[in-house]
């Protein structure tokens, strides 16, 4: 829809500019926006949303940006919960637990034996 590809071309604008005030060796973690159960409408937007976010970490990695994905949906999913609180807006604390996690892990593909050292 052309909502969808409005929003994505301000979200690549955005991003851009992220870049471009980052230092030369800088680095960004993109993230899937968390599903909501709360209204089917508004899931399919994040859906959509999220469907483009690896195509687009792809080209940064093409242009030799350091960039990687994390994949908090994936992470959420697989909670018993399915990382949703009573409101099924937000997440339980497994679920922000799973994002954390999935940060964690997103943080650490782009610099391996940082933390801990």
Not at 28 to 52: G, K, M, Q, S, Y
Not at 73 to 84: L, Q, R, S, V
Not at 96 to 117: C, V, W
Request: proline share 7%.
């Amino acid at each position: 829809p052309v909502e969808m590809e409005n929003l994505l071309t301000r979200f690549e604008q955005f991003t851009e500019k992220i870049w471009s005030l980052l230092p030369q060796n800088g680095a960004v973690i993109l993230a899937t926006v968390p599903p909501t159960i709360r209204t089917e409408c508004l899931d399919d937007w994040f859906t959509e949303f999220n469907r483009h976010l690896p195509t687009l970490v792809d080209a940064w990695k093409k242009q030799g940006r350091k960039t990687v994905l994390a994949n908090n949906n994936a992470a959420i999913a697989a909670c018993p919960d399915k990382g949703n609180c009573s409101d099924k807006i937000h997440l339980s604390p497994i679920g922000y637990e799973a994002m954390a996690d999935s940060y964690t892990k997103a943080f650490y593909q782009l610099f391996p034996g940082t933390i801990g050292r």
